[in-house]
């Protein structure tokens, strides 16, 4: 049984370069969500798609960051001209839709920008 | 405007007990769902347990379960017979109707389970 996969785990950086993140969710998953974590903080929304429809965005979100998951099953997470303020844990998570619908996470990718 | 508030940043617990950490809610949506995840240092949130705004009994998985109590708007998550790798920070979480799919998280507990 195959979870849901991130890549990289880990990611330094330096201010103003671009950055991709991948999640790979459980096969038969049709919604995806994108969460990220501070430290010392729970996890707060980004975005999230139903297969490739991407339906909601956080207010977090910003213009630098962009989201797709071109054929409903991998996801990208893109952050362009990255910011000291954008490190952070990004965290995915895949569901089926269904009544007590669970949101099960991938293992994180870390950013440090520096 | 929904939210969840864990007001316990940190707990000891000695190895074997039962420990019991707390969660509260705010939402005007009569359909949500309540959810309890660990995060261990290695940084992956795991699923541990559910329990939906209408269930009528409390939800309970191997030595998890969920104290609903609806009128108080908490969602207690007891661990029995505790073990040392239940060491890791605690998150509950909400998931109403009305907000659409996302869960809302509330700031987390860390547990330290002393031998």
């Known amino acids: 049984d195959t979870g849901v996969s991130q890549d990289p785990r880990h990611k330094i950086t330096k201010r103003g370069q671009n950055v991709t993140f991948r999640c790979d969710p459980i096969s038969e998953h049709n919604r995806l969500y994108w969460y990220r974590q501070t430290l010392g903080q729970g996890p707060e929304f980004l975005t999230y798609f139903q297969n490739e429809a991407q339906l909601e965005k956080s207010r977090l979100l910003s213009d630098r960051f962009s989201a797709e998951r071109p054929k409903g099953s991998f996801s990208t997470l893109e952050i362009q001209r990255t910011e000291q303020g954008d490190s952070a844990m990004y965290l995915c998570?895949?569901?089926?839709?269904?009544?007590?619908?669970?949101?099960?996470f991938g293992p994180g990718t870390r950013l440090l920008v520096l | 405007a929904q939210k969840i508030t864990q007001t316990q940043p940190g707990m000891f617990v000695q190895e074997k007990e039962a420990v019991t950490l707390d969660c509260t809610y705010d939402?005007?949506?009569?359909?949500?769902?309540l959810f309890w995840y660990k995060q261990p240092s290695s940084g992956e949130m795991i699923f541990l347990i559910y329990q939906g705004s209408y269930d009528q009994q409390n939800a309970t998985e191997g030595r998890y379960s969920l104290n609903f109590q609806k009128a108080r708007k908490s969602a207690n998550l007891v661990i029995s017979a505790s073990q040392l790798g239940d060491s890791a920070m605690y998150f509950c979480a909400m998931r109403t109707k009305a907000a659409g799919n996302k869960l809302t998280f509330g700031g987390g507990t860390r547990v330290l389970v002393k031998p």
């Open positions: 939402t005007s949506d009569p359909s949500y769902g």
């Open positions: 998570a895949s569901s089926l839709k269904g009544r007590q619908e669970t949101q099960y």
